[in-house]
């Protein structure tokens, strides 16, 4: 259980807690759906829930922790509750994929470098 790994670890520091949190969000289908329709701009709770099966109680609390990612955010006035992407913590989630892609493509250039030094030998030997 990562709970009970995290209380007898060092603490995290915030941004990689963010990220985490980000990145659990983003593990699921209708909230990767719910932050697709609000790529389109704001949204009443209501309008985000109607396209999927689920009772309200459901939907919300995939709401909730879109909104403890850091992903969302929500305002209140009257009796609408209105739902805000964040796009700065989506662009951190991208910033580190895309660490991590450059990190693998030089990798694999090196690999692709190494293999070609190989075959070259292998020619030269025959």
Known sequence: DLTIWRAHSAPMPV??????????????PTRR????????????????AAPFDMALASFVQHLRVLEESG????????????????????KRAARWLAAQRDVWEQRLDQLDAYAKTLKEHDDEAT
């Open 33 to 48: 759906a719910v932050l697709e329709r609000l790529g389109k701009g704001p949204a009443s709770v209501s309008e985000l």
């Open 15 to 28: 941004a990689q807690e963010q990220l985490d949190q980000a990145f659990h969000a983003l593990a699921n």
């Open 71 to 90: 992903l969302v955010t929500t305002e209140k006035r009257g009796r609408v509750r209105t739902v805000r992407m964040r796009p700065h913590n989506l």
